[in-house]
């Protein structure tokens, strides 16, 4: 039987990546090889027939871990890398420099290289005009050449490979979910998640108390309309009957009210509720507590929210608002993916199932999706709420994309589109004609340049100041080590013409001691 791959008798090669370098075979032409894709997945399992089947012609270690997950990620977006081009350079038979540019338009060498990754393939052709095979067959043979490569390649023994595999996944994947401390766009899609799921608790569970404390204190539900100061009440008042004058501090502190305060005393007088147990109470009580907890802890997520908005997208929230941009980041699944889409695509984000409805029914499609909680398309007539919610929409493709590309965050650009949105309101409304776009950008990168001029003549002025001060510093120092050195000489000779004065003395007094001693 002749097998399918050896038509013409092409030399067949087959590129091998593995955690540790690059291998290249070459592929004997046996009937296992042009037998079916079964027959080829029993083969490649057993070593002996392996062997038959490929030979071992060459192999490139990555010279480090960093070289190694440059090549992974290079290879897994479809680029060739200059180590692996000259590798193959290496290693494949070459071709004739005068037919190079014919088989390079053809795309056929004098022989064929199997490839696992198709846009690695398509690459190498293009770049190399070399035939790239890659096809089941290319799966199974790189499956058991990956199995088996230890017995071909005898200096990585398999618990190298293991480990070489082990941390390059590891590497791979800590590249892959790099955390980013300036965009954290992941903790801003979870803190808007949660904050919806917990409105939607909030009103449920708000609902439950006023309706469960409202048998025994209805007339509260007229007084405290907030849900939140409702739950307050209600687990500050618990019996109505208890409720006397000592306890206005307490409803005047809720309510930030007197008048408020002694209403909600007087209708506990005058209350028609039924009395409750006080284990009735005490759920009550306990189930209302959760809620102002829940509702406090509402409060400390928006306001982080907030601040990573403010962090992560200062120009989106400062042009939309921290919700609305926060939602449109969720939607899009990142920062960087609401910046890569068209304005017509973020007018509509959140409107998906109305707009192929339209398509499908050939009705109107919808005019806006999640940017209509913003503000802008509230205030705006129904006349005009698509055309300034097209308008808004361009403004937030471009407030994400000098969010999510510049170096620099300020929310400087944030403020300036959104006058431009007032403008274009004011437009609607009176007719007056807005400033251009282009004019409100070179505006802001003229100001935004001046600020980072006088910061830097600043911090020069406070580096000249601080070099002054360290001069007068070292002259003082200086100034004071010569007054110690004067000081020392001075107490040094007043030390020796005392001693010198003292020797005098002494031998003095030894010479009038002869002489009496002589007399």
Same mark, same amino acid.
Not at 124 to 142: F, P
Not at 482 to 500: P, T, V, W
């Given at each position: ?159 190298? +490979? ?26 801003? +899609? ?80 005058? #209350? ?75 007018? +509509? ?38 055309? +300034? ?101 001075? #107490? ?28």
């Amino acid at each position: 039987r002749v097998p399918s791959t050896a038509v013409g008798m092409a030399a067949t090669f087959i590129l091998y990546e593995a955690a540790s370098g690059f291998g290249l075979f070459e592929l004997k032409f046996s009937e296992d090889i042009g037998s079916s894709l079964a027959e080829v997945q029993k083969s490649v399992t057993e070593l002996n027939r392996l062997s038959k089947m490929v030979k071992f012609k060459a192999f490139m270690p990555f010279t480090s871990a960093d070289d190694a997950l440059k090549n992974i990620n290079s290879l897994t977006e479809g680029v060739m890398t200059e180590l692996l081009k000259d590798f193959l350079e290496t290693n494949l038979p070459k071709i004739d420099a005068n037919k190079k540019k014919k088989k390079k338009k053809k795309g056929k060498a004098g022989f064929q290289l199997m490839v696992l990754e198709k846009k690695l393939g398509n690459c190498i052709r293009e770049v190399m005009g070399i035939q790239v095979v890659s096809d089941r067959k290319v799966e199974e043979l790189t499956r058991g050449i990956r199995e088996h490569f230890h017995h071909f390649y005898k200096k990585l023994r398999p618990e190298d +490979i293991h480990q070489t595999q082990l941390a390059l996944s590891h590497s791979y994947s800590r590249c892959k979910v790099k955390f980013n401390v300036h965009r954290v766009d992941n903790m801003i +899609i979870q803190s808007i998640s949660l904050l919806d799921h917990i409105d939607k608790d909030l009103n449920t569970f708000a609902m439950r108390v006023r309706e469960w404390y409202g048998w025994h204190f209805p007339e509260l539900i007229k007084i405290a309309e907030d849900n939140y100061m409702f739950a307050r009440l209600a687990h500050f008042i618990q019996h109505k009957e208890r409720l006397s004058e000592e306890q206005l501090p307490g409803l005047e502190n809720i309510l930030m009210d007197a008048g408020r305060a002694k209403e909600v005393l007087e209708a506990a007088r005058k #209350s028609m509720g039924q009395e409750l147990s006080e284990i009735d109470m005490l759920n009550i009580s306990m189930f209302a507590k959760r809620v102002v907890a829940l509702s406090e802890y509402r409060k400390n997520l928006h306001d982080y929210l907030i601040k990573k908005m403010n962090d992560c997208a200062p120009n989106l929230s400062a042009l939309i608002g921290e919700q609305v941009g926060a939602r449109l980041i969720s939607k899009a699944g990142s920062l960087t993916n609401l910046a890569k889409y068209p304005a017509s695509t973020v007018q +509509i984000l959140g409107a998906e199932k109305a707009l192929f409805r339209a398509m499908k029914t050939k009705g109107n499609t919808p005019k806006y999706g999640l940017i209509f909680h913003s503000t802008f398309i509230g205030r705006a007539q129904p006349k005009n709420k698509g055309r +300034i919610s097209r308008y808004l929409a361009n403004k937030c493709s471009i407030a994400s994309r000098v969010d999510c590309f510049s170096e620099e965050l300020t929310n400087k650009y944030g403020l300036k589109l959104r006058d431009q949105v007032e403008e274009r309101l004011n437009f609607y409304r009176t007719g007056q004609t807005p400033r251009k776009n282009l004019d409100v950008m070179a505006e802001v990168a003229a100001e935004l340049e001046s600020e980072a001029k006088e910061a830097k003549d600043q911090k020069e002025g406070d580096d000249n100041s601080t070099e002054k001060k360290k001069k007068k510093k070292r002259k003082r120092d200086a100034d004071s080590d010569e007054k110690i050195k004067k000081k020392k000489k001075k #107490s040094d000779k007043s030390e020796g013409s005392a001693k010198k004065k003292k020797k005098k003395k002494d031998k003095d007094s030894a010479k009038k001691k002869k002489k009496k001693s002589k007399e």
